[in-house]
């Protein structure tokens, strides 16, 4: 599996960004749970978002709750991350990651296979 992230960049507070993250190298990518992550320097990666295989379940850190939106498109195998209402806090690199496993709960998932990442930077 190869995933890339793509969208990352400088923001203003307030405003928003959008990432988009292509899955390639196996079929089905409508049977894979995929989320969202984050590590800030210094900082622990943390967890963003995930999104269930079915598009029916999201899950949200609490950082984000309110702000962000996890979506997948299966038919471009590709899920998106929309960033609204933009803090400075939020300036890390953003990874993409599948869980391995097919049809799993989204709310406990596993992630084996990780993006390379993508710089967002809030200016203040």
């Known amino acids: 599996v190869q995933l890339q992230a793509s969208g990352g960049g400088l923001g203003q507070t307030g405003g928003s960004l959008r990432l988009s993250c292509a899955f390639s190298?196996?079929?089905?990518?409508?049977?894979?749970?995929m989320g969202w992550f984050r590590q800030a320097p210094g900082k622990e990666r943390e967890f963003v978002a995930s999104i269930s295989w079915d598009d029916v379940r999201t899950y949200y850190g609490d950082s984000v709750k309110g702000r962000f939106t996890i979506s997948r498109d299966n038919s471009k195998n590709t899920v998106y991350l929309q960033m609204n209402s933009l803090k400075p806090e939020d300036t890390a690199v953003y990874y993409c990651a599948a869980d391995g496993r097919l049809y799993s709960d989204a709310e406990f998932a596993t992630y084996d296979y990780w993006g390379q990442g993508t710089q967002v930077t809030v200016s203040s």
């Open positions: 190298g196996r079929r089905f990518f409508s049977s894979y749970v």
